[in-house]
T-cell receptor, first 113, second 113 residues
């Protein structure tokens, strides 16, 4: 039973470029969460999605950030016009219906030059 | 506003000793409290979790103690081993439909020989 998968594991972008981060939840999990971890800090919630729906985006920056979880395929976190302050580790977590246990992927480490 | 406060920031324990990490929360609606273990370059891994209907939960060498009236909970690692050296995060969320986790700032544990 494969765990949560994220790709790419490392992503380097120059300022102004776009970053696309992908997350495939565990089999049978229909809830996906994205968190951001800055160096030496804890994880901060960004967005919670179910298939084709954004349930809670209270942690998402108002501009440049968007997320989707289509009917088919992985969830995608998209960052447009990246800036150096976007450099962080981005983690995806998934959970089964009606449970709180969230299982995390290995993360995507974004570096903005 | 930080809703989950974690201490200490770092901890050094001798092999065989007891590691204790403490967390305090503010939001009385929280009723699910997991602990995650994170190794460098990896995603957080669910270690153990507790709900407020019990005051203690033990799994192997790991124990969570929960004090609802004080709004505090702690992780005890008995017989600490060098392999336990990692960063530990407490978190909290509301139960019911799957919801976002609010994390503490983390404790970096080092177990020495």
């Amino acid at each position: 039973n494969a765990g949560v998968m994220q790709n790419p594991r490392h992503l380097v972008r120059r300022r102004g470029q776009e970053a696309r981060l992908r997350c495939s939840p565990m089999k049978g999990h229909s809830h996906v969460y994205w968190y951001r971890q800055l160096p030496e800090e804890g994880l901060k919630f960004m967005v919670y999605l179910q298939k084709e729906n954004i349930i809670d985006e209270s942690g998402m920056p108002k501009e440049r950030f968007s997320a989707e979880f289509p009917k088919e395929g992985p969830s995608i976190l998209r960052i447009q016009q990246v800036v150096r302050g976007d450099s962080a580790a981005y983690f995806c977590a998934s959970s089964p219906i009606s449970y709180n246990e969230q299982f995390f992927g290995p993360g995507t480490r974004l570096t903005v030059l | 506003q930080q809703q989950v406060k974690q201490s200490p920031q770092s901890l050094i324990v001798q092999k065989g000793g007891i590691s204790i990490i403490n967390c305090a929360y503010e939001n009385t609606a929280f009723d699910y409290f997991p602990w995650y273990q994170q190794f460098p370059g990896k995603g957080p891994a669910l270690l153990i979790a507790i709900r407020p209907d019990v005051s203690e939960k033990k799994e192997g060498r790991f124990t969570i103690s929960f004090n609802k009236s004080a709004k505090q909970f702690s992780l005890h690692i008995m017989d600490s081993q060098p392999g336990d050296s990692a960063t530990y995060f407490c978190a909290a969320s509301k139960t019911g439909t799957a919801s976002k986790l609010t994390f503490g700032t983390g404790t970096r544990l080092q177990v020495t020989l």
